[in-house]
């Protein structure tokens, strides 16, 4: 599945926009700066693919990519901008819940953490989110090369905990670095299961 080249398809921001469900998508969310466009050029191995989420122009809309002929990787917008105008963060978290809810070849979310920080309160709110539009949700550590080991624990802990309390939680918790490659093939394999 991951042999091929990965390839971006489109940014979408309104639900007309979406493309044909023609295919088996996982999704991926994160705070701005959580290392998700990092995490999905690791996983397509493809450098540059998606752009830093905090590219103007990129970060309102949900950015579709193929890997290989079954199956769209789809990047959403990054949250937790503390300055972004209400209008706008109100506009995509109703895209979001659209999107979420409606989607039926959606199998399963990514919800990206830092290894560094744990689960925040807007975390919180996607899981919630995730939780009400009953889509399937895994946490992935990020950067976790930035953490000692010794200290993982605690932070494994602690995610642990706030997962117990979303129904639509999936337990298992996927360490990963983007930069050293730790947990990338453990990823892929992860989603070749759902195909
Ligand atoms: P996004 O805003 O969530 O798309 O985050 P980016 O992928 O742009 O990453 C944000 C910053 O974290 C960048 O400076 C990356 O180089 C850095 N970063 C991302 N992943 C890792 C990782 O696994 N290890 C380390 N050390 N840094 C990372």
Same mark, same amino acid.
Request: proline share 3%; aromatic share 2%.
């Given at each position: 599945l991951f042999a091929g080249p990965s390839e971006f398809v489109k940014g979408v921001? &309104?639900?007309?926009?979406?493309? &044909? &469900?023609d295919r088996i998508e996982v999704c991926f969310a994160g705070r701005?700066?959580?290392g998700k466009s990092s995490l999905i050029n690791a996983l397509t191995g493809t +450098?540059?693919?998606?752009? =830093?989420?905090?590219?103007p122009g990129r970060t309102q809309e949900i950015n579709f990519f193929t890997q290989g002929p079954e199956l769209y990787l789809v990047d959403l917008p990054g949250y937790g901008?503390?300055? =972004?105008p209400l209008k706008v963060v109100e506009k995509w978290q109703k895209l979001l819940k659209q999107y979420l809810s409606g989607?039926?070849?959606?199998r399963r979310a990514f919800v990206l953490i830092d290894t560094r920080h744990g689960v925040k309160p807007v975390d919180e709110e996607i899981m919630k989110l995730l939780d009400s539009a009953a889509v399937t949700f895994q946490c992935v550590l990020t +950067?976790?090369? +930035?953490? +000692?080991a010794s200290d993982r624990e605690k932070i494994l802990t602690q995610v642990r905990g706030a997962l117990a309390k979303h129904p639509a939680a999936y337990p298992e918790i996927v360490l990963t670095s983007s930069e050293k490659g730790d947990g990338i093939a453990t990823l892929r394999a992860i989603i070749n299961g759902l195909l």
């Open positions: 921001v &309104a639900m007309s926009g979406l493309p &044909a &469900a701005s700066n959580v +450098k540059g693919l998606a752009r =830093a989420s905090n590219t901008y503390a300055n =972004a989607r039926q070849t959606l +950067k976790a090369d +930035k953490v +000692k």
